[in-house]
């Protein structure tokens, strides 16, 4: 592709700097006319105690959705085109790209698909990932400095569980405006710096998403006029699991993702303990969190993405501290 042809003169980082910037232009050029096929929001719902829906963001309602369609689209084009290509590299670019239409099939949805179908698919695209992961990199990593050769079957199964884990707690997450691109903007950058050395041309990988989550959010930060649905939320969770793992860093996930964690991953925590036990389980409490803020406690949308996002920063300072002082 392109790349073949740059890289003879000038440098990995400069092609990554080209593309980066072709892929924010023409984000922020074509969400600007949305397109007519893209659905509009219907508003979320919940059912309270008397069986009746109760809308939970009904300011959404009729926005344009499913825009991840067309900025992820774009990250893939360019990332095609400027970085380096490889059967793995061609692999990864597959499964997101399954994970993007059946994002936006869903989307576009008339009656949204049940949790059932959506983790499935889900599993499908963690358990791909995953294999074609061991079969090119095999099961090593650092942890606090130290190397481990972990059990293959043992890594296999943590990570189709990371990459499951992290599609659907990004995805859960994406409940208001700018929340979830601000977060993936900090978690990618971060991971492109903090882990250069190992993630080598997946680095810019990292990076041209994070400026195209930037030009997104120019549409997205609230009052939203653009919504990038599951198209976009859940290929960026599976991106950035899948980023972690080629660090050779996976469990940087557990602190670079902590706040998605906390933010969505406490709700899908309630959920699964209450359908196992059939007993309630904190009840008392919103999810995601950022709902229990924004409607029970009455703070402002762009006060809790600042909060949330000061948070992610911290975590990542505490992540780079811990390479710095243990090395790897």
């Known amino acids: 592709m392109l790349y073949n ?24 050029g074509l969400l600007a006319f949305p397109f007519s096929f893209l659905p509009r929001d219907g508003g979320k719902y919940v059912t309270n105690s008397e069986g009746k829906k109760v809308a939970i963001n ?30 793995e590299f061609i692999l990864y670019t597959v499964f997101g790209i399954f994970m993007m239409l059946t994002g936006y099939m869903d989307d576009a949805s008339k009656s949204p698909w049940g949790e059932l179908v959506k983790g499935l698919l889900d599993l499908v695209v963690a358990i791909l990932a995953a294999v074609t992961f061991l079969i090119f990199n095999g099961s090593e990593v650092y942890f606090f400095g130290h190397k481990y050769h ?17 599609i659907n707690v990004t995805n859960c997450t994406d409940g208001i405006d700018g929340l979830c691109g601000s977060l993936s903007v900090v978690e990618l950058i971060a991971l492109a710096i903090l882990f250069n050395k190992h993630l080598g041309k997946y680095a810019g990988l990292s ?19 653009v919504l990038m649905g599951d198209a976009g939320s859940r290929t960026i969770g599976y991106t950035m699991a899948l980023l972690c793992m080629l660090s050779k860093h ?3 996930f557990l ?19 209450m359908r196992i036990t059939k007993k309630p389980f904190l009840q008392k409490w919103m999810f ?22 000061l948070l992610e920063i911290i975590f990542v300072i505490i992540t780079g501290v811990i390479i710095h002082v243990f090395g790897g």
């Open 5 to 28: 042809i740059l890289s003879s003169k000038v440098s990995d980082n400069f092609i990554v700097l080209i593309a980066s910037v072709i892929s924010f232009a023409a984000t922020y």
């Open 250 to 252: 996976p469990f940087a």
């Open 150 to 166: 972990m059990p293959v079957v043992v890594y296999g199964v943590l990570a189709v569980a990371l990459i499951w884990a992290s």
């Open 288 to 309: 995601p969190v950022h709902d229990e803020l924004r409607k029970k406690r009455k703070i402002k949308i762009p006060v809790i993405v600042i909060f949330f996002v």
């Open 58 to 87: 009904a300011s959404s309602s009729g926005k344009v959705t499913g825009a991840g369609l067309v900025f992820i689209s774009i990250y893939f084009i360019c990332s095609l085109l400027f970085l380096p290509i490889s059967k």
């Open 207 to 225: 990076m041209i998403l994070a400026f195209t989550l930037v030009a997104y959010l120019a549409y997205n930060w609230n009052p939203s006029t």
């Open 255 to 273: 602190l670079l993702s902590l706040v998605f964690i906390f933010d969505g991953g406490l709700g899908l925590l309630k959920l699964a303990v």
